[in-house]
């Protein structure tokens, strides 16, 4: 069974504070790895997607990175629109071989401070 | 860009009441998901359709059903609603069945069941 664990649960930054959000997973066989930031009373927003270990993708002030244990989120100089709730997900090979589901974590809710 | 509509953003129902919840999706997707979100309990799958008029069980599919009778859109039915059926409802789209893909989320609806 596929497993996500985001960490910390909660995180407070003062602004320009760079910082960075776990995810360990566990999956049998990836298909990949997502991030989505999740604003409150809205839909998740795709981020990012990471298919293999020592991939690397960028997006203004955030940066995610991908080992075979674990996905980190960095965050460089944050403002405090970066503030949400910031969701992992992996995809895996499946048991009957379809991947199209998903296994999510719980989230990281990040509050930036001016 | 891909977008994901829900018919509501709010709804407010009595018990026992059937509830239609309506998704629709206009990239052509293959699979469509519906997802509950809980404070503290993350997002959970309900059901979730790989193909029209196919449908499978997801993780909480107790008192809910599902119909897919076009490729875009995808409703949950809640037979009788109950108060713990309280939550915020989340559909989502995905372009492939076996390849790592992003999902796509609508907006939400939050139901109220009184």
């Known amino acids: 069974e596929d497993q996500v664990t985001q960490s910390p649960e909660a995180l407070r930054l003062q602004e320009g504070e760079s910082s960075s959000l776990n995810c360990s997973y566990t999956v049998s066989g990836l298909r990949g790895l997502f991030w989505y930031r999740q604003d409150p009373g809205k839909g998740p927003e795709f981020l990012f997607t990471l298919y293999s270990a020592g991939e690397e993708k960028e997006k203004e002030r955030l940066k995610a990175t991908l080992t075979k244990k674990e996905s980190f989120l960095h965050i460089t100089a944050p403002k405090p629109e970066d503030s949400a709730t910031y969701l992992c997900a992996v995809q895996g090979r499946g048991s009957s071989g379809g991947s199209y589901i998903p296994t999510f974590g719980r989230g990281t809710s990040l509050i930036v401070h001016p | 860009d891909v977008k994901v509509t829900q018919s509501s953003r709010y709804l407010v129902k009595r018990t026992g009441e059937k509830v239609f919840l309506e998704c629709v999706q206009d990239?052509?997707?293959?699979?469509m998901f519906w997802y509950r979100q809980d404070p503290g309990l993350g997002l959970r799958l309900i059901y979730f359709s790989y193909d029209v008029k196919m449908k499978e069980k997801g993780d909480i599919p107790e008192g809910y059903s599902v119909s897919r009778e076009k490729k875009e859109r995808f409703s949950l039915i809640l037979e009788s609603a109950s108060t713990n059926q309280t939550s915020m409802y989340l559909c989502a789209s995905s372009l492939f069945r076996t390849k790592g893909n992003e999902q796509f989320f609508g907006p939400g609806t939050r139901l109220t069941v009184l």
């Open positions: 990239m052509d997707h293959e699979n």
